[in-house]
């Protein structure tokens, strides 16, 4: 399943760019992860991240959440993640959210969000992860 995520807050294409490389350090996600850059436009110093696209294996969901909510908890800035699955399904995160949970509610959190994005595979008449 290819999971896209995009962010609303401040300097998106950092923070993207970050989460990539986040995402990259983890063994499930490892060669799966890419940014989405259009080309610069006149005058700018160089391309601006738009999203970041990731191909989750089967079962790899659950990893993908994890690493996502833990990339949040760590931003020292107000964002909110959009993570849309291939087949159109929209979660949302904030680190406001994140922030205000304890370790009992993250771990619900986590498995709320892989549940929704996993619904993917209810689309397609596959079993869940």
């Known amino acids: ?18 989460l990539a490389l986040w995402l990259t350090a983890e063994r499930e996600l490892r060669g799966r992860v890419r940014t989405v850059e259009p080309p610069p436009e ?4 160089g391309p601006v991240v738009q999203e970041v696209l990731i191909a989750v294996a089967q079962g790899g969901i659950g990893a993908f959440v994890a690493a996502l909510v833990g990339w949040i908890r760590q931003r020292g800035v107000d964002i909110t993640c959009s993570v849309t699955t291939s087949t159109g399904i929209t979660v949302e995160v904030s680190t406001s959210r994140v922030r205000a949970a304890d370790a009992e509610e993250l771990q619900a959190l986590v498995a709320d969000l892989a549940e929704g994005l996993g619904r993917t595979h209810e689309l397609r008449g596959q079993p869940d992860e």
Not at 1 to 18: E, I, T, Y
Not at 42 to 45: A, F
Request: aromatic content about 0%.
């Open 1 to 18: 399943m290819d999971v896209s995520v995009r962010l609303d807050g401040a300097n998106q294409s950092g923070q993207l760019r970050s």
């Open 42 to 45: 006149e005058g700018t110093l």
